[in-house]
């Protein structure tokens, strides 16, 4: 890993495309209820940040790929950090919503 990756910004839109060609994965919205239901990527779980002690019950396969983002790229990271630190094998900080050039669901 060179020095420039660790400030090289995620990009939610290439997160959500890698999302879409795994088998199994998961894409994790860690936002409020609320902000989910005003518009999320198709697809999404919504586990808001609170309450991700509860990724266990939700996601009990430790192994599949885990695709983590929220509005602005905080809560997804510290959101990923948790679940890494669970036992989660494979968990992707994808950043904040805000950039994602996709439709919105609601």
């Known amino acids: ?14 997160g959500v495309e890698q999302y ?5 994965a998961v894409l994790l919205d860690v936002r409020t209820d609320e902000e989910f239901s005003e518009g999320h990527i198709e697809g999404s779980l919504n586990l808001p940040i609170g ?5 266990t019950t939700l996601i009990p396969d430790k ?3 885990i695709y983590v983002y929220c509005r602005s790229g905080n809560r997804s990271a510290r959101a990923a950090a948790y679940l890494k630190g669970n036992g989660y094998a494979s968990v992707y900080d994808i950043g904040g919503i805000l950039s994602y ?3 919105n669901v609601k």
């Open 1 to 14: 890993m060179s020095i420039f990756n660790l400030f090289s910004r995620k990009d939610i839109n290439e």
């Open 101 to 103: 050039k996709g439709k």
């Open 63 to 65: 192994s599949v790929p």
């Open 20 to 24: 879409r060609k795994e088998d199994n």
């Open 51 to 55: 309450e991700i002690d509860r990724a």
